[in-house]
């Protein structure tokens, strides 16, 4: 029903800032509360952040200050915006959406195949 695409990751330095983008087709944009996910190797799947369909946001705490995350309703987009990047934020990055509201990934039902973000010097 709902396909996501990611893309904009990439090799950053530490400190240094990216802009990940998913865009999304199929079913009704705009009813969907999205979030990004990230795993890196031999981890488990971390929650990042939310956005609500209202634009509400809800953000991990290891990111919160760091990381933006935004929507464009009109584009079927949403947006990651991470600066002051650490090596501890390497990972494969996930968006994925759902009806309802939540931060554990078993309450997705849409997945991106993710793209990868590299912090390293």
């Known amino acids: 029903q709902v396909q996501l695409v990611e893309s904009g990751g990439g090799l950053v330095q530490p400190g240094g800032s990216l802009r990940l983008s998913c865009a999304a087709s199929?079913?009704?944009?705009?009813?969907?509360?999205m979030g990004w996910f990230r795993q890196a190797p031999g981890k488990e799947r971390q929650f990042v952040a939310a956005i609500s369909w209202s634009g509400g946001t809800y953000y991990a705490n290891s990111v919160k200050g760091r990381f933006l995350i935004s929507r464009d309703n009109a584009k079927k987009t949403v947006y990651l915006q991470m600066n002051s990047l650490k090596p501890e934020d390497t990972a494969v990055y996930y968006c994925?959406?759902?009806?309802?509201?939540?931060?554990?990934?078993?309450?997705?039902?849409?997945w991106g195949q993710g793209t990868q973000v590299t912090v390293s010097s």
């Open positions: 994925a959406a759902r009806l309802g509201w939540g931060i554990y990934s078993y309450e997705y039902d849409y």
């Open positions: 199929g079913g009704t944009f705009s009813s969907y509360n």
